[in-house]
């Protein structure tokens, strides 16, 4: 296939694209920032100024999506059909193909109201999907801006328990909590602070975003959210937002105050995923050959967990041919934007 193919993952938070030339390799990826929730018309706006950016045209589209389950949308049903709508407007509907889940790919002219339910939030599956064949034994770890994806392969099969959200939520396959988005306050209701272990204020005052710029550990070009007080994004302004939820004075002279407050957040975080992903190794017969995958923006938590459970760590990024590593968005970021274009394209 000579064909452009263009990746896309649309979500609730962000647009995700990967760009694939006709040989399978990663010409470039893209995220942009998106509030879906708010309408539509944010969509269009985004799918137009990122085929201002790339050209697109020409290329075959496969499209999958999250972005179907926010606010503005009264059902699953009508969330599938504007995003489709949104990137058929803007593209030529004949070169867009849907995931629909374990039935593959659907032109987008086809798509019937019975097949919403599996287009909805099926992108975990396409990534696990180009996983599974690649590796026989792994456990993938995608961490984003908002959500977790843990799931289980063995000898090139997948392990699944869950396929809708729901189920995934109950088999723990999804963990709401990831890197940017969360509020603190859904990661932790108590924590030792200032020497002494107190209750925090369950307030909308900070984001996970805030912890992992005070440690260092959050790449610029993926916070791309806003802040919860709408203020701006530097070391200090996170400190004195995660300040507010210990009802302490902020001072600016208090930093290792704040930056060790942070560490036990994020740590905080690191053993909520890191129990889901022991609940699913404990389901593997081959555990002593399983590998963690890591993906996502959040990934650099799937490194330490793998340390701190004695399992081997690969990159997302290892599985695909010679990808461009110097780019500030890489590919496993956007790992089911990647995968569509991998899936659709006959790549793998």
Known sequence: MNTQIAGWDIGGAHVKLALLDGSGHVRTVAQQACPLWKGVDFLHSTLADLAGQFDLQDCQHAVT?????VDCFTSREQGVNAIVQAVCEQFNAEQVLVFAGSRGFLPAAQIQPADCMEIASANWLA????????????????IGSTTSDILLVENHQL???GFTDYQRLVSGE??????VRTAVMAIAQEAEFNGQQMGLMAEYFATMADVYRLTGDLNEAHDQSDTADGAEKSISASARRLSRLTGYEFSESDHALWLAFAEQLKTKQIQKISLACVR??????????????????GRFLVRDIARDLGVDYLDFTELLPATDKTQAIDAADCAPAAAVAYLAGGFG
Do not use: C, H, W
């Open 127 to 142: 990534s696990l999907l180009m996983v599974e064949k690649r590796l026989p034994n792994v456990l993938f770890v995608d």
């Open 280 to 297: 699913q190794l404990q389901r593997a017969e081959t555990r002593s050959a399983i590998k963690l995958v890591g993906a996502g923006v």
């Open 65 to 69: 999506m999250t972005g179907e389950l």
């Open 159 to 161: 392990k699944v328990q």
């Open 174 to 179: 999804l963990v709401y909590t990831g890197i």
